[in-house]
C-alpha cells in the first residue's frame, strides 16, 4: 500500500522587541537568572498586564507577509495549567479571536511550486526556565524568558513531505528576517518548530492518526525527525498496527522519537479571555501603516532578481534565501555589477566559506566591497581566477583586501610576453620529446607545457597569454 | 478632644489651622485600635511606627502649608490592596508572609497625598464572602452589637470606620463587598464605576467585576477620597482615560429634577419589612427635597446571582493559580512531588469557601462546559448591562436596599453558601454593568442594627451618587451616627 504523508507546522516565532510582552523588562539573552524580572514576571499578587504594542505591529508585519486577514478586533485568553515556570499559573495567548488567519506561503521543493495554507498567527507570552541539577534534589527557576513575546505561526495540514516542511520553514525563517522581528535562532529557541504528522492510504481523504513531533531545533532535525517519523507510522500501518495520537520527542543523538507519555497528556486549558486585557481593535490605517513599512520580502526580491538581473530561478531562490546572503549580494553588486559572474562567485567559493549557511554571511571578514574588487581583478587580468580563488580564502581569513594581498604575496599575473616568452622556450628546449610529439599532433600536450610555465611561475603566467605563445613557438 | 471621632474633613480643617498635629490624630487613633481591637477584630495588622512616621512627615508638609486633602489623616486599608513593606495577607494563609516589594497604585496616591496607614484591615478570605467570617485571621465585629457580622468582603474596612478605628477606609468591592458592609456597620461606602480607579496592586478575585472605592463616616469624606483615587492609570489597561471630576462640588447641588427610579424587582420577597420601611422612608425624604421618583424594570435580574456566581469564580480560579508554594507565601513542602507540593500548599492554605469557589470556577470554563456555564454567563451579563442602559434613559439614580436584611448574628448562615450568596441578590448587577452604587445609613432596625440604602447610576455617574446620597444625609438627620458605649 502506497502512503501519502500529511504535515502541519506550528512555529514559535521570538520577537525581537527590546522589552517583554507585558511588562519593560528587557529581553535579552544570556543575563544572569532573574535579572531580567519584576513583579509582574514573578506573577506576584495584584499586578497587571500591559500590552507592549510593538508586539502586536510586529505580528501585524508578519501577517501582511504571509497573507493573512488581520482580525480588526482580537484578544488575549489565558491559557491554564500549572507548572513552576510558569508563574501565574495560566499563559497569555490568544484562542478565539488571534490577530490573523486565513494566509499562506509559496514554496519551491525540485522546481516545484506550492502553496501552503496558514492557518493563523497569534500572540502569547514565552515561559520561564527549569533547570535540574542531578546532584541536588531541587531544580531552580529562571524567570528572565517569562514574558518574552512569541508569535505562533500555526499551518494548514497542506505540507505532504519532509522536504516541503523544511522548505515551508525555511521560508517562514526568511521572512522574519526579512521583516528583521525575529532573530530566528534555532539553537537559542528563539525560532521553534512541533509538527503534527500523520500518513493515510493514497486517495483516501480521510486524515490518519497523528503524532505530535517536538524537540527538534534545527532545520536539519525537523526533516530527519518527520523523515523517521514517516518510516516508523508506515511500518506500523503496513504490519497492519495502529498509530497511537501521541507526542513524541526527537532525540538527536539517537536519531529517535521517544514519547512523552504522561507529561502533556489530556490537558484543559480552560481558556476563557483575559479580563486584564481590554480587545485590540485595529483600525484600517494602522494596517495600512503597517503595510508601508514592509520591506522587499523574499518571494518579490527572487523575482526582480530573475527580471531585472536576468538570473536564472535557481540562482535567484539561493541568493534571496537569507536576508543577509541577498544584502550581501546587493551590495557587493554595487561594485561589480556582473550578477551572473557574482551570483556564481558567491553561491559556490563564499557558501563553502561560510558552510553552507547563508546567514553567516554577516559575520564574514570580506566586505562586499572587497569581494567586488577581487572579481574586477579577474576581469581585469591582474590575477587568473585560479589565484584568485587562494586570494579569496585569505581574505576570509585575515579580511585583508584582494588588492594587499596580491601585492603583498607578489601574485600579480605575468602579463608579459617577452618575460613569459623567455620561459617558454626554456620549457620547449629542455622537453624536446614532447615538442616533437606536439607538432606531430598530439595537442593535447599542450596542458603539459602551461602546466609547465605555472611551475615556474608559481601560477602566476596569464594563462591565456600562455597559450598563445606556446602554440606560436612550437609550430614554428 | 477625641480626634479619632473626626471625618476626614472635620480633621483636615484641624490639621490645616495646626490646631493638631497628625501625629496627635495617629496616636489618638492608635490608642483607640488598642482600647476596642480586641472586641471589634478589625485589624489583621497595625504598624504603629511606620504609622507614626508617616504622620510626622504629614506634619512636615502641613507646616510648610503644603499637603492634600487627605495630610495626616490615619486610614486603614483593606488587607487585599498591596503596601510595600507591609505584609499584604488576603485574610488568607497562603499569603500569612507575604510581604509587597510595591505599592498599589491607590495606596500610592494615598501616600502621596500624606494619608498615614495606621494598618490593614480583616476580609473575607480572597475577598470571597459577605460576612468576613472567611477570614483566616480574625472575624471584624459589627460595631453597633458585636454579636453580628460587620459584612463582608470588606469588613474590616467597615468595622474599622464605624468603631472609630481611623478616619476612613479604603476597601473593594465585587459583588457588593464595599456597599454591603457600610450598610450592616453605618457608614458610607462606594463602588465606584469599573475602570474608574486603577485595580495595579489590588490582589484579583474576579478581574472583571473588582473596584476599589471609598468606606467613610460621611458622604463629604467620600467625595473627598474619590477625587484622590480615582483617574486612568496607565499600569491597569482597563482603567478608563477620562477626567476626574471635583466630587466634593456634587455636595452642594439641589435635587431639583432629579429622577430616582425604583426598579419592582428589587422590592422582592425576602425582603426585611424593617429595611423596606427605613428605605421607603429615606425616598419620601428625597422626593421631600425635590426629586421625582419614576417606576422601572430590569428585567433579567434573576438571573445576577447565577450569572456571578458562574464569572466571579471562573476568573477567581484562574486568578488564583498562582498560589502555588513555588515563588512566595505559603509551601507544604512534605510531599515527594511538585503534584504533591501543589496540592498540599493549596489544601491548607486556602480556606473552604476559597476552595469551593475554585472548583466551581474550574467547572464552568472546563473543556464540554464553556458555552454551556461560563459562556452563556456572559451572554446574560451583556443583557443585564442593557437592562441598566435602557433604566438611565428613564432615571437619574436607581434607588434600593442594599442586603434584603439587616445584619445576622455571626455563625448563623456560615454553613449555608446558598443562602449567603442570595444576600448578594440587591448588590451583584452593579459589578456585572461595571456601574456605580453606593450605600448610605437611612436608619435602624428594631435592634438597633443600621439599615442602607443604595444609589446605582449609569457608567461614570457617581457625582449624581453624591448629590443623592448627600441630600439624604443632610435631611435625614440620623442619630446616634456611631455606635456608643464602645
Ligand atoms: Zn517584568
Known sequence: MEFETVIGLEVHAQLKTKSKIFCGCSTAFGA???????????????????????????????????????????????????????????????????????????????????????????????????IHDEHEPYSYVDLNRTGVPLMEIVSEPDIRSPEEASAYLKKLHATLRYLDICDGNMEEGSFRCDANISLRPIGQEEFGTRTELKNMNSFRNVQRALEYEVRRQRDILLDGGEVVQETLLWDANKNITNSMRGKEEAHDYRYFPDPDLIPIVIYDDWIEDMRNTLPELPDQKRVRFEEELGLPGYDAEVLTASREFADYFEEALKHYPQAKKLSNWMMTELM????????????????????????????????????????????????????TIVKDKGLVQMSDEGELLDIVKEIIAANPEQAADFKGGKTKLMGFFVGQLMQKTKGKANPKLANELFSKELNK | MELHKLTIHELRDLLKKREVSAVDATRKVLERIDSVDDTIQAFITVDHNKALKQAEEADKLLQSGEGGEL??????????????????????????????????????????SGAVTVGKVAMDEFAMGSTSENCAYRIPKNPWNPEYISGGSSGGSAASVAADECIASLGTDTGGSIRQPASHCGVVGMKPTYGRVSRYGLVAFASSLDQIGPITKDVRDCALLMNVISGYDPKDSTSVKRDVPDYSAALSKGLKGLKIGIPKEYFIQGLDAEVEKAVFNGIDILKEAGAETV?????????????????????????????????????????????????????????????????????????????????????????????????????????SPVTPTPAWPIGEKIDDPLSMYLSDILTISANLAGIPGMSVPCGFSSKGLPIGLQFQAAHFQEEKLITTAFNLEQHLDLSPKRPEGL
Open chain 1, 32 to 130: 544572569p537568572p532573574n535579572t531580567n524580572t519584576c513583579e509582574l514576571c514573578l506573577g506576584m499578587p495584584g499586578v497587571l498586564p500591559v500590552l507592549n504594542k510593538k508586539v502586536v505591529e510586529y505580528s501585524m508585519k508578519m501577517a501582511l507577509a504571509t497573507n493573512c486577514r488581520i482580525n480588526k478586533m482580537n484578544r488575549f485568553a489565558r491559557k491554564n495549567y500549572f507548572y513552576p515556570d510558569l508563574p501565574k499559573g495560566y499563559q497569555i495567548s490568544q484562542f478565539e479571536l488571534p490577530i490573523a488567519e486565513h494566509g499562506w506561503v509559496d514554496i519551491n521543493v525540485e522546481e516545484q511550486h506550492k502553496r501552503i495554507g496558514i492557518t493563523r498567527i497569534h500572540m502569547e507570552e514565552d515561559a520561564g526556565k527549569l
Open chain 1, 352 to 403: 563553502r566559506e561560510i558552510k553552507g549557511e547563508p546567514s553567516a554571511v554577516q559575520s564574514c571578514l570580506v566586505t562586499p566591497e572587497n569581494l567586488g574588487a577581487l572579481l574586477t581583478m579577474i576581469d581585469k587580468g591582474t590575477i587568473s581566477g585560479k589565484i584568485a580563488k587562494t586570494v579569496f580564502t585569505e581574505m576570509m581569513e585575515t579580511g585583508k583586501d584582494a588588492d
Open chain 2, 295 to 399: 417606576e422601572i424594570s430590569l428585567p433579567h435580574n434573576d438571573y445576577c446571582v447565577a450569572v456571578y456566581y458562574m464569572i466571579a469564580p471562573a476568573e477567581a480560579s484562574s486568578n488564583l493559580a498562582r498560589y502555588d508554594g513555588v515563588k512566595y507565601g505559603y509551601r507544604d513542602s512534605s510531599g515527594e512531588s511538585l503534584q504533591e507540593m501543589y496540592r498540599n500548599t493549596r489544601s491548607k492554605g486556602f480556606g473552604d469557601e476559597v476552595k469551593r469557589r475554585i472548583v466551581i470556577g474550574t467547572y464552568a470554563l472546563s473543556s464540554g462546559y464553556y458555552d454551556a456555564y461560563y459562556k452563556k454567563a456572559s451572554q446574560v451579563r451583556t443583557l443585564i448591562t442593557e437592562d441598566f442602559s435602557k433604566a438611565y434613559e428613564k432615571c437619574d439614580v436607581i434607588v
Open chain 2, 71 to 112: 495630610c495626616g489623616v490615619p486610614l486603614s486599608i483593606k488587607d487585599v490592596l498591596c503596601t510595600k513593606g507591609i505584609r499584604t495577607t488576603c485574610g488568607s494563609r497562603i499569603l500569612e508572609t507575604f510581604v509587597p516589594p510595591y505599592d498599589a497604585t491607590v495606596v500610592d496616591k494615598l501616600n502621596k
